[in-house]
Nanobody, 114 residues
């Protein structure tokens, strides 16, 4: 397994979760890392990205609430999610790379109850 995501779960609205994704060094280094999510019945969407230098970008709906970070020493990327809303519910995926070749991790389910 080249990408392993974890940290999902059930949380009440307003709560927090921290997602983690451990990658193999061969696909982590020199690649932009991203978190995506797919809500039930919807297409997968990009949530946040982080470059090797630490520059970040977020979809408007999570700005100010989510923080993406990476630890290049441990080949890991994280997504700290605060002030969670029911509309944040979905399966969250980490991805290594923005252009081909890119690699997906398995998803981790986040459920936010109202």
């Amino acid at each position: 397994v080249q990408l392993q995501a974890s940290g999902g779960g059930l949380v009440q609205a307003g709560g927090s979760l921290r997602l983690s994704c451990a990658a193999s060094r061969s696909i982590f280094s020199e690649r932009v890392m991203g978190w995506y999510r797919q809500a039930p019945g919807k297409q997968r969407e990009l949530v946040a990205t982080i470059t090797t230098g630490g520059s970040t970008d977020y979809v408007d709906s999570v700005k100010g609430r989510f923080t993406i970070s990476r630890d290049n020493a441990s080949n890991s990327v994280y997504l700290q999610m605060n002030s969670l809303r029911p509309e944040d519910t979905g399966v969250y995926y980490c991805r290594a790379g923005l252009i081909s070749p890119f690699y997906w991790g398995q998803g981790t389910l986040v459920t936010v109850s109202s």
